[in-house]
């Protein structure tokens, strides 16, 4: 989630006309929001094991034999390089995916075919279908890089990883969890606010405001992305480290720093000094101490 994923204008048009009096649309819409919200955490969860090789003690009872468990040092072994460019090519799509579909252009094209409260829940849908492809076809390269032997150590390390996930759910708590996932949009249109059934390039601020920043509570008065911290911890902090481990962490972490610059370039264009200023005394990724801003 990027936070210019609400607050860009747009121009395209939607062609939906929806009859306040008729209950079928807002009852699809709650059907479509629950059932993606509920996807968003069986993909969560799967993400966290898959990551985390937590299917491992599961793979030799009868849950292996109905359920499509897998991790990342799992699945057929190819030659190195054919493994290594289509991992590469993987996470490649998964970021992809991230970057194009918030853009403005992309919601005003998308808007033309569905509805602004069902936008946000199409783009997760999408996000499940790149992760889901991502796991499916992952390629492992089981050879280890590090492996802590010591039981406690190896405890230690997978609740911290475990830590970091929980990370980016508080941290979506606090900055708006249930507009990230779609939720808050659908609500919306069910409570028939106007601006859920305008064109798309109609759509008055409020559609577009997510509530940054949010510098009086909770992870982020402590760093501008603690929920790219968080995201950082999971995918690092682990009792073995495989190169095909390596690959998806530093692949999902270069994309990360991308998204970050060109994310803060577009608050620093839509806030201007006052994002600006915010950056001088926060810290980006890690939470830390707020710096007192500069004397002028």
């Given at each position: 989630m990027t936070t210019n994923d609400y607050i860009a204008p747009a121009t395209g048009v939607s062609n939906v006309n929806v009859d306040p009096s008729d209950s079928g649309p807002k009852v699809f819409a709650f059907l479509f929001g629950a059932a993606v919200y509920i996807a968003v955490w069986v993909i969560l969860i799967y993400v966290v094991c898959f990551v985390g090789n937590f299917f491992d003690p599961l793979l030799g009872t009868k849950w292996a034999a109905v359920l499509p468990l897998k991790s990342i040092d799992m699945g057929v072994q190819e030659p190195f390089w054919r493994s290594l460019w289509i991992d590469v090519g993987l996470v490649a799509?998964?970021?992809?995916?991230?970057?194009?579909?918030?853009?403005?252009?992309?919601?005003?094209w998308i808007t033309k075919f569905v509805p602004p409260h069902m936008e946000r829940g199409v783009y997760i849908i999408f996000a499940i279908c790149a992760l889901s492809l991502l796991m499916w076809q992952w390629r492992p390269l089981p050879e280890t890089i590090w492996s802590i032997e010591n039981p406690a150590l190896q405890l230690v390390l997978n609740i911290i990883q475990v830590g970091g996930w929980v990370t980016v759910l508080i941290a979506t708590i606090q900055v708006g969890h249930w507009k990230i996932f779609g939720v808050t949009q659908v609500l919306d249109f069910i409570r028939d606010k106007p601006y859920m059934r305008y064109a798309y390039s109609r759509l008055p601020a409020e559609f577009f405001a997510i509530g940054w920043p949010i510098t009086d509570k909770g992870l982020w008065y402590f760093a501008r992305h603690p929920d790219f911290f968080g995201f950082c911890v999971g995918f690092w902090v682990t009792p073995r480290m495989t190169y095909g481990h390596l690959i998806f962490a530093a692949g999902l972490t270069i994309y990360i720093m991308f998204g970050i610059f060109f994310l803060e370039a577009n608050l620093t264009q839509l806030y201007g000094t006052s994002y600006a200023e915010y950056v001088k005394i926060r810290s980006k990724i890690i939470p830390w101490f707020v710096r007192e801003p500069a004397k002028k």
């Open positions: 799509i998964l970021g992809l995916q991230h970057s194009i579909m918030p853009r403005p252009w992309y919601k005003a």
